[in-house]
RNA sequence: GGGGGCGUAGUUCAGCACGGUCAGAACGUUGGCCUGUCACGCCAAAGGUCGCGGGUUCAAGUCCCGUCGUCCCCGCCA
C-alpha cells in the first residue's frame, strides 16, 4: 500500500506520463471487448481509464472484474491517442497500461446504481439510498456535499481562529437550555431517577465561557431538539455557535458579513455583496408578512394612500393594499389567480399600453405619479409592471397571490442567494394560554430605547388583564436572526448582564426566583462575580451549506441523517433495550399505547 | 396530534379511476461472442406473494377497511 505519494485516480495527468504508478479504487464500469479490457478505476477524486491487455496480463482470462470491486493496479500513464481522448472526464487525456492488477475484495451487485449517467434523469427512492448509506455517499454528488461541508467549516473554523476566537467544546450530557424545543434525556444510572438534558444549543455554556473571559468563544456544536422533522429540520443538526465579549449587535453582523464573505469566495467562488440589508422585524411582517422574508423576490405588500390615489370604489371601508411587481404578467395567469379565489383589481402597463381591471377605477395620470414616485429600487423601468391591489381583506391575501407567483415561476428570483438581517425582535409572545413567553431566550436584552416601557409595563403587571398583556409584544429587544433565501439560518442577541433586568424578565415569563435558580442559578451565580457586556449568534450550518448547494433537503448535506420519523435506516436507531438495562438505570416501560 | 402523496422485478417506472391475456418496459444482473471502448456492441437467459393483514366479489396490483414504511405540509420547533 502506499500513503506517501498515493495518486489518486481522478489526478492523473501528464506528470505521470510514462510512469509506472500504483492505483487504487473501485470499478466504476468496464468494458470487456475480448482479448482487450477497459475499466473505469472511480476514488473520491474522479474516474481513470485502465486498459487491461491480455499480452501484458498473464491471468487474463481468469479476471472476473465486476462493477464495485476494490482494485489495486500497477501500470504505466499514456498518452491516448488523439481520436480516443474522452472529453467527458478530466483524465480523459490518459490511460494507465495495467501490468499487475489484484482485486483486494469483491462487490456484490448494488442496490440502487450510482454512476452519475445512470443516475441523470432518475432518482433513488430516499429510503433505499439511507438503508445503504455507504453506498450513496460514493456518489459524486454526494462526496460533493460532504467536502464542501468539510471546506466551509474548515475555512470558518480559520477565520474566527485568525479572529482570536477560541473553539471551545461544551457538554453534551447536559441540563435543560432555556430554548423552549423538548429535550432529549439521558437517564442517569449512578444517579438513579435523575437525567441528563441533551443540549437544544450551548447557551448557556458560552455566557459562562464570557464570565471567564475568554472573550470570543465559537464551538461547531451539535444540537439536539426533539421535535418533529421537516425537510430542513432534523433532531440533531449543527450549528457555528459564538459568542463576544464588549461588543455590540453591529459587531456581530459585521463579524459575520466578513466571515461568509470571506469563507464563500473561498470555498465556492461566490462573491456576496456585503453588509446584508438590514430590516426591523416591524418592517418585515409589515411589508413582507414574515420574520423571514425572501428578498430574492423583493416585492413589498404595502398600503395604497387614498387621499393621495383614488379609487373609485365605493365599497372600500378599509384599508387598501397593493403589490407591485416590475413586469407584466399575461391575461391567462390572472385569470387563473382569480378563478383559484383570490379578488382584487389589477394594471398590467407595458409602455403605453395599460390593461387591467382597476383601470376604470382610477385616474391614469394620478396613479402613474403615484408609481413614479415610489422609491423601488426594483421598479427601475416604471414603464413595464403589474399591480394587484386588494381591499377589505386581509393583506395576507396578497401575499399569498405573490407566493403562488413564485411558485408557478412567473416571477423569477433577482439573484441566488440573498442574505438578510432581521433586526430588533420582540422580547417576548404571548402564548395562546395567556403566558408571556421570551420569543428568543430568556437571557436576551430589551432594545435601550424600550427600556422604560418595560419597566412601566412590568411595573403594571398585576392590573392587566390578558388583553392588555399583548403590549408586551410591543417591547423591542436586541434579538437579531439572519435569514437566507426566507430560512432561518441563524439567531442571536445581544444578552442582559443587569441582574435586576435579569430578574424582571424571569419574574414576567412567570418564572420565580426560586425556579430561575434552580435552572439558570449557575449562570446567575457567575454573573455576580464580573460579567462582561456579550452577545452572539449560532448559525444553522445544515440550512446554510443545503441552500448554497441548492439541495432538497438538509439531509442530503449530513452523512448519517434521520427519517421524518427519527429512524436511522442505516443502524436502525432508535431500537429497545434489555430488561437489564432498563433495570440498570431504574427505569420500568409503560405497556405502549 | 392533523392533512396530503407514494409503496408493482435489483433499480426507475407503466398497468389501478372503468376488477377478468396485466405480470410488462427500460436499465441493471448472469452466460456467450468480440483487441480501442468510454452510457461499448451483438446474442441468450434468469428475475416480482404487486409493502403487510383483512374484507367485498365467481374473480383483486386494480375496489373498501386497517396497518407498516417513507416523503411533503400544518401544529410543534428557530
Not at 473501485?26 to 485502465?50: A, E, H, K, P
Not at 481468469?62 to 499514456?78: A, F, T
Not at 456581530?252 to 446584508?276: A, R, S, Y
Not at 427601475?380 to 408557478?408: A, G, M, S, W
Amino acid at each position: 500500500m502506499s500513503y506517501e505519494g498515493r495518486i489518486w485516480c481522478g489526478t492523473v495527468n501528464s506528470r505521470y506520463l510514462n510512469q509506472k504508478i500504483e492505483l487504487f479504487g473501485w470499478v466504476n464500469r468496464f468494458r470487456d471487448m475480448g482479448g482487450i479490457l477497459f475499466i473505469d478505476l472511480r476514488d473520491r477524486t474522479g474516474i481513470v481509464q485502465l486498459v487491461v491487455d491480455q499480452n501484458n496480463i498473464s491471468n487474463f482470462q481468469e479476471l472476473r472484474i465486476s462493477n464495485e470491486d476494490v482494485l489495486k493496479i500497477v501500470g504505466i500513464v499514456r498518452q491516448r491517442p488523439k481520436d480516443k481522448i474522452n472529453i467527458k472526464i478530466p483524465t480523459g487525456e490518459y490511460e494507465v497500461e495495467v501490468h499487475e492488477i489484484s482485486v483486494l475484495s469483491k462487490s456484490l451487485t448494488l442496490p440502487f446504481p450510482i454512476n452519475e449517467e445512470d443516475y441523470k434523469d432518475v432518482s433513488v427512492d430516499e429510503t433505499l439510498r439511507l438503508k445503504y448509506r455507504f453506498i450513496d455517499l460514493r456518489r459524486p454528488k454526494m462526496f460533493k456535499n460532504l467536502y464542501f461541508r468539510h471546506k466551509l467549516i474548515k475555512k470558518i473554523r480559520d477565520f474566527l481562529d485568525e479572529n482570536e476566537f477560541l473553539e471551545v467544546e461544551t457538554p453534551i450530557l447536559s441540563n435543560p437550555t432555556p430554548e423552549g424545543a423538548r429535550d432529549f434525556l439521558v437517564p442517569s444510572r449512578i444517579q438513579k431517577g435523575k437525567f441528563y438534558a441533551l443540549p437544544q444549543s450551548p447557551q448557556l455554556y458560552k455566557q459562562i465561557l464570557m464570565v471567564s473571559g475568554i472573550d470570543r468563544y465559537f464551538q461547531i456544536a451539535k444540537c439536539l431538539r426533539d421535535e418533529d422533522l421537516r425537510a430542513d429540520r432534523q433532531p440533531e443538526f449543527t450549528q457555528l455557535d459564538l459568542e463576544m465579549s464588549f461588543i455590540n449587535y453591529n459587531d456581530v453582523f459585521c463579524l459575520i458579513e466578513k466571515m461568509l464573505k470571506e469563507v464563500l469566495l473561498t470555498t465556492m467562488g461566490l462573491e456576496i455583496k456585503v453588509p446584508f440589508l438590514r430590516m426591523e422585524y416591524k418592517e418585515a411582517i409589515d411589508q413582507y408578512i414574515s420574520d423571514k422574508p425572501d428578498l430574492r423576490f423583493p416585492y413589498p405588500i404595502r398600503k395604497l394612500d387614498i387621499e393621495k390615489v383614488q379609487i373609485n370604489v365605493e365599497s372600500v371601508t378599509n384599508d387598501v393594499y397593493f403589490l407591485i411587481i416590475p413586469q407584466t404578467i399575461n391575461r391567462k395567469e390572472i385569470d387563473n389567480l382569480y378563478n383559484s379565489g383570490y379578488k382584487f383589481l389589477y394594471l398590467v402597463r407595458e409602455g403605453e399600453n395599460y390593461k387591467g381591471t382597476l383601470l376604470k377605477y382610477i385616474q391614469l395620470e394620478q396613479f402613474n405619479g403615484f408609481v413614479n414616485n415610489l422609491e423601488d429600487p426594483e421598479l427601475k423601468n416604471k414603464e413595464l409592471y403589474t399591480v394587484f391591489v386588494i381591499f377589505n381583506q386581509p393583506k395576507v391575501k396578497l401575499n399569498e397571490i405573490k407566493q403562488v407567483l413564485i411558485d408557478r415561476k412567473i416571477l423569477l428570483p433577482t439573484c441566488s442567494f440573498y442574505f438578510l438581517w432581521v433586526n430588533n425582535f420582540p422580547l417576548f409572545k404571548l402564548e395562546e394560554d395567556g403566558r408571556i413567553s421570551p420569543e428568543h431566550h430568556p437571557f436576551t436584552n430589551v432594545h435601550p430605547e424600550d427600556k422604560d416601557l418595560l419597566i412601566e409595563l412590568y411595573n403594571n403587571i398585576d392590573k392587566f388583564d390578558s388583553t392588555m398583556k399583548s403590549r408586551f409584544t410591543s417591547i423591542r429587544s436586541l434579538a437579531y436572526d439572519l435569514v437566507l433565501n426566507g430560512v432561518e439560518v441563524g439567531s442571536g442577541s445581544i444578552r442582559i448582564t443587569d441582574p435586576e433586568l435579569q430578574k424582571m424578565i424571569f419574574s414576567i415569563i412567570g418564572l420565580t426566583e426560586e425556579e430561575a435558580n434552580s435552572r439558570f442559578g449557575f449562570l446567575l451565580n457567575s454573573f455576580k462575580y464580573g460579567v462582561p457586556p456579550h452577545g452572539g449568534i449560532a448559525l444553522g450550518l445544515d440550512r446554510i451549506i443545503s441552500i448554497l448547494l441548492m439541495t432538497n433537503s438538509i439531509r442530503d448535506v449530513i452523512a448519517f441523517p434521520k427519517t421524518q420519523s427519527g429512524s436511522c435506516l442505516l443502524t436502525n436507531s432508535p431500537s429497545g433495550v434489555g430488561e437489564e438495562q432498563l433495570k440498570e438505570l431504574g427505569i420500568e416501560l409503560l405497556p405502549l399505547a
